[in-house]
């Protein structure tokens, strides 16, 4: 069976920029909705940071927790249909940092957030999910990355293989006594991590 690919037009009135003419001409300090959509979240944070006022910093408190989990590089506007699972999560994450108020002890889990991430985005996500234990809750991943399994609090790996070979709980506890389990193929990756 074979799939057409995904056609994309763009509409001959608005030039994809998706508004009337006449919203698009209403501007703040140079910029209509369609150029506000098109920044970063990076760019959004710096641009309303730079006209200071009460409501640019309520702007600035909603969107700073989606950087502060390693996404200040998609669009404002861009829609949740591109975004990869791994970002999907961290929406999602983002959201529940931004909470000001007492939503009870939850228990968050991942499967593999680190997807697609540069090493310092990592640290930055390491950094949020932190913030959420700090708050009472748990967190639960599903994760392959050396950095985060060595950062975890109670390690438990499955294998040793794949498949019909695996399934079994190899080791469970901390990352350090998990580095020297030598019949774990995670403990042998992680034990130069953590100098073992």
């Given at each position: 069976?074979?799939?057409?690919?995904?056609v994309?037009?763009?509409?001959?009135?608005c030039?994809?920029?998706r508004?009337r003419?006449?919203?698009?001409?209403?501007?703040?300090?140079?910029?209509?909705?369609?150029?506000?959509?098109?920044?970063?979240?990076?760019?959004?944070?710096?641009?309303?940071?730079?006209?200071?006022g009460?409501n640019?910093?309520?702007?600035i408190?909603?969107?700073?927790?989606?950087s502060?989990?390693?996404?200040?590089?998609i669009?404002?506007?861009?829609?949740?249909?591109?975004l990869?699972?791994?970002?999907s999560?961290?929406?999602?994450?983002?959201?529940?940092?931004?909470?000001?108020k007492e939503?009870?002890?939850?228990?968050?889990?991942?499967?593999?957030?680190?997807?697609?991430?540069?090493?310092?985005?990592?640290n930055k996500?390491?950094?949020?999910?932190?913030?959420?234990?700090?708050?009472?809750?748990?967190?639960?991943?599903?994760?392959?990355?050396?950095?985060?399994?060595?950062s975890?609090?109670?390690?438990?790996?499955?294998?040793?293989?794949?498949?019909?070979?695996?399934?079994?709980?190899?080791?469970e506890?901390?990352?350090?006594?998990?580095?020297?389990?030598?019949?774990?193929?995670?403990?042998?990756?992680?034990?130069?991590?953590?100098?073992?």
């Amino acid at each position: 069976m074979q799939f057409m690919a995904d056609v994309e037009l763009t509409c001959e009135v608005c030039k994809g920029m998706r508004f009337r003419k006449d919203i698009l001409e209403v501007r703040y300090h140079g910029k209509n909705i369609y150029d506000m959509l098109e920044m970063t979240i990076n760019e959004a944070i710096d641009f309303f940071g730079n006209h200071p006022g009460r409501n640019e910093k309520r702007i600035i408190e909603k969107l700073k927790p989606l950087s502060d989990v390693g996404l200040g590089y998609i669009k404002m506007g861009q829609s949740s249909s591109t975004l990869s699972g791994g970002e999907s999560q961290r929406v999602k994450l983002a959201y529940f940092l931004s909470q000001e108020k007492e939503s009870g002890h939850i228990l968050f889990i991942f499967d593999e957030p680190t997807t697609g991430l540069h090493f310092h985005d990592i640290n930055k996500l390491l950094t949020s999910l932190n913030a959420l234990v700090d708050h009472g809750h748990s967190v639960l991943l599903i994760e392959h990355n050396q950095e985060v399994i060595k950062s975890c609090d109670w390690v438990i790996d499955l294998g040793p293989e794949g498949g019909e070979e695996g399934g079994y709980v190899v080791f469970e506890g901390r990352p350090e006594e998990l580095a020297e389990c030598r019949d774990s193929y995670t403990g042998r990756y992680l034990a130069p991590k953590l100098k073992v």
